[in-house]
C-alpha cells in the first residue's frame, strides 16, 4: 500500500500538466505574434537594431510570466470555472510582474537614436530622441530638454507608471488565457463525448454478442429435435449426412468472432451448410434457390443474421407442407448504397394460402432477434419487413447499408 501512495503526486503531476506541448506552442505562437509586430514597427523607424534589442527582453519575460500562468492554471486541476478564476488572478498579477520588472530595467535598456519629429500648432518644431525632446523656434536658439529617469521620479509617480504598463499587458495575459482555456473546454468536452461513444459502442457490441449467442442454442436444439426424428424413423444414411452437415456447419460458424461482421459470400456458405442439413431431412420436400450478385458478396452484416430466418421458412413452411417447397434467398443492391436481402418460401408448384402465413409465430427468437440485431448494428438506417405475399408463400426483407470494410 505504500508504493503507490507514493506515486500518486507524481501521477497527479502528470496528468495536470498532460497538455504542456500545446501550452508551450500556444506560448510560443502568440509572442511571435507580438515580435512580428515589433519588427514591422523597428524598421519602419531609422533605428530599428536598438529597439530590437529592447523588445528581446521585454519577450523573454513576458514568456516567462505567461508559462508561470499556464502552471498556475494546471496546478488547479479539473474545473474549467476553477481555472478561469486562477487565469483571472494569474493574469493580473502577471501583469503587474510585467510592469514592476520593466520599470526595474530601464537603466538596463539601450537608448534609441531614433528621433520623432512633429510640428507644433505653435510653428515650433518638437524633436523627440530617448529622454531629450528638442524644440526648434526661429531665430533663437533650439530648447532642449531632458525627462527624469523613470527611477528619478517619486514613488507614487513610478507605481503609476507601473501600473499603466501592468493595464497594457493584462490584456495580452487575458486574451492567451482565454485561449487556453478554450481549448481546455473543447477538449474536455470531445473527451466525454469520445467516451460517451466509447460506452455506447461497447454497450451495442454486448447486445450483438448477446443477440448472436441466442442463435446457436435455438438453432442446436431444433436441428437434434430433427435428427432424433430421423433416428427414431429408422433413416440413418440421413442422419449421418446431417451430423457430418452439422459438424462443418458448426466448425465453420464458430470459427468467426461473435461481434465481427462476415461478407454476405459468407454468410451464404454458412446457410448452404444449415440447407444442406434440412434437406438431408426433406429431400422431396425442399428445393433451395440462392440468388446473390457478385457486386454484393463482400458486403459485410453480422454473422449468422440470416439463419433463424432460414430457420422459420423451414419449419413453418417445409415442415408443415406435403408439397415441394421452395425456399429462395436473393440479394440486390438499391440504388442508396443499400442492399436488400429478401428471404421466402412458397410452394415450388405455386398456389396460394397453401402454406401457413404466420411464419414468425414460436418463440419469438426468430424475427425479433434479427430485427434486434439489425437495430444495434446499424439503427434506422436498416429496417426488417415481413408479411405473407400475394401469390403465396411468406417473405422477409431486410434492408442494410452495404459497407465492405471489416468491423469488430
Known amino acids: 500500500m505504500t508504493v503507490p501512495m507514493l506515486m500518486m503526486p507524481s501521477l ?241 460458424s464458430l470459427s468467426f468472432d461473435p461481434g465481427a461482421d462476415v461478407t454476405l459470400a459468407e454468410e451464404i456458405d454458412l446457410q448452404r451448410l444449415y440447407l444442406d442439413i434440412e434437406m438431408a431431412r426433406f429431400p422431396d420436400r425442399l428445393t433451395v434457390e440462392i440468388d446473390v450478385p457478385p457486386d454484393l458478396e463482400q458486403a459485410r452484416l453480422p454473422a449468422l443474421l440470416l439463419q433463424p430466418i432460414v430457420e422459420n421458412a423451414i419449419k413453418y413452411g417445409v415442415s408443415k407442407s406435403r408439397k415441394a417447397v421452395l425456399v429462395r434467398i436473393a440479394a440486390r443492391r438499391l440504388a442508396d448504397n443499400r442492399m436488400s436481402l429478401e428471404i421466402s418460401n412458397r410452394l415450388k408448384s405455386g398456389g396460394k394460402d397453401e402454406l401457413p402465413a404466420a411464419t414468425h409465430e414460436g418463440t419469438g427468437l426468430g424475427l425479433a432477434n434479427v430485427c434486434q440485431r439489425l437495430e444495434a448494428r446499424w439503427g434506422n438506417r436498416a429496417s426488417c419487413r415481413y408479411g405473407p405475399m400475394a401469390g403465396g408463400g411468406y417473405k422477409v426483407a431486410l434492408t442494410m447499408p452495404v459497407e465492405t470494410n471489416a468491423r469488430g
Open 12 to 252: 497527479k503531476a502528470r496528468t495536470r500538466f498532460a497538455d504542456w506541448p500545446f501550452a508551450l506552442k500556444s506560448i510560443i505562437g502568440f509572442w511571435c505574434f507580438y515580435a512580428l509586430t515589433v519588427v514591422v514597427r523597428a524598421f519602419l523607424g531609422s533605428d530599428p537594431w536598438t529597439t530590437l534589442q529592447n523588445k528581446l527582453s521585454v519577450i523573454a519575460i513576458g514568456v516567462l510570466i505567461t508559462g508561470l500562468i499556464y502552471a498556475a492554471i494546471s496546478t488547479v486541476g479539473a474545473g474549467i470555472r476553477r481555472k478561469a478564476i486562477v487565469a483571472g488572478l494569474s493574469s493580473v498579477v502577471g501583469s503587474l510582474a510585467m510592469g514592476a520588472t520593466l520599470v526595474t530595467i530601464e537603466d538596463w535598456m539601450h537608448e534609441s537614436k531614433e528621433e520623432f519629429r512633429f510640428q507644433a500648432r505653435e510653428g515650433f518644431t518638437v524633436v523627440e530622441q530617448g529622454n531629450q525632446i528638442r524644440i526648434e523656434r526661429t531665430a533663437q536658439e533650439p530648447l532642449v530638454l531632458t525627462m527624469p529617469k523613470v527611477r528619478e521620479l517619486d514613488a507614487m509617480k513610478r507605481v503609476r507608471y507601473a501600473l499603466d504598463i501592468a493595464v497594457t499587458w493584462l490584456f495580452f495575459y487575458i486574451g492567451w488565457s482565454a485561449f487556453y482555456l478554450a481549448y481546455q473546454a473543447q477538449a474536455e468536452a470531445l473527451g466525454v463525448q469520445r467516451r460517451l461513444a466509447d460506452a455506447e459502442s461497447a454497450a451495442q457490441a454486448a447486445q450483438v454478442r448477446a443477440l448472436r449467442y441466442q442463435v446457436n442454442p435455438h438453432f442446436l436444439f431444433n436441428t437434434l429435435n430433427s435428427l432424433s426424428s430421423l433416428v427414431m424413423t429408422g433413416r440413418t444414411d440421413r442422419a449421418e449426412t446431417m451430423l457430418l452437415a452439422l459438424s462443418t456447419f458448426f466448425r465453420t
